[in-house]
């Protein structure tokens, strides 16, 4: 028997090969939708590519927010603001530069102040988080937001809520000890309407009060 291949015409093996790749595109798409789950199917005839590829990603987080549990499904890349702020609602907290150099979005983990801008959601499994919202007793007001109030520490309130949190965890630190000491620890929260000195006067008046 002659091992010669047998002659076939261009269009005769053109259509030989794309009849193959399509039976092998049909069956690789028949195996995928064998081993997918209904509810992606469905999805995917709805051309929600990017919810599925979202549920795909999301973990599971387990969280404490103002003495609140929550257990949430999150993106890995979510920052904490943004869960605060977006899934939790929680809009006290603000978001100001987005890259950790203006306080805006302070907040307090497990009792240390973070910028929560800088923060994944997903590094705080397990964490306690105290913001603006919880830092009052009901209607009664923490002794530092009454100072802001008292000695004007605020202009336009866009930092206020930054500035308090960190204040509480400046005199928590232990630096608050005097006006430098105070300057230099809140160096980190911005006042664009430069309420400075009041800010310090507040701190000084909870500090000496005994009342944080």
């Known amino acids: 028997m002659s091992g010669k291949k047998p002659c076939i015409p261009a269009e005769s093996e053109e259509l030989l090969h794309g009849n193959r790749r399509d039976f092998l595109k049909k069956t690789s798409f028949l195996t995928a ?11 995917a005839e709805d051309q929600w590519d990017e919810k599925i ?19 949430l499904s999150v993106e890995p890349r979510v920052t904490l603001l943004d869960l605060l702020r977006e899934q939790l609602k929680l ?4 978001k100001g530069c987005d890259r950790g150099q203006c306080g805006a979005c302070t907040v307090h983990v497990n009792g ?7 923060s994944l959601a997903v590094t705080n499994e397990g964490k306690k988080i105290t913001t603006i919202e919880g830092l009052a007793n009901g209607d009664e007001l ?24 960190s204040a509480v965890a400046c005199i928590h630190e232990g630096h608050a000890g005097s006006e430098a000491e105070i300057r230099e620890y809140m160096s980190g929260n911005i006042c664009r309407c430069g ?18």
């Open 142 to 165: 923490h002794p530092m937001q009454e100072a802001f109030i008292e000695h004007d520490g605020f202009q336009c309130g866009y930092c206020t809520s930054g500035q308090i949190m």
């Open 53 to 71: 590829a979202g549920v795909f990603e999301k973990v599971s987080l387990h969280i404490d927010v103002n003495g609140v549990k929550h257990t």
């Open 112 to 118: 240390v102040r973070v910028n929560s801008c800088l």
């Open 33 to 43: 939708m064998a081993l997918t789950p209904g509810t992606v199917v469905k999805a």
């Open 195 to 212: 309420a400075y000195p009041n800010i310090v006067n507040a701190i000084q008046a909870v500090k000496q009060g005994g009342r944080s």
């Open 91 to 94: 809009t006290g907290t603000k």
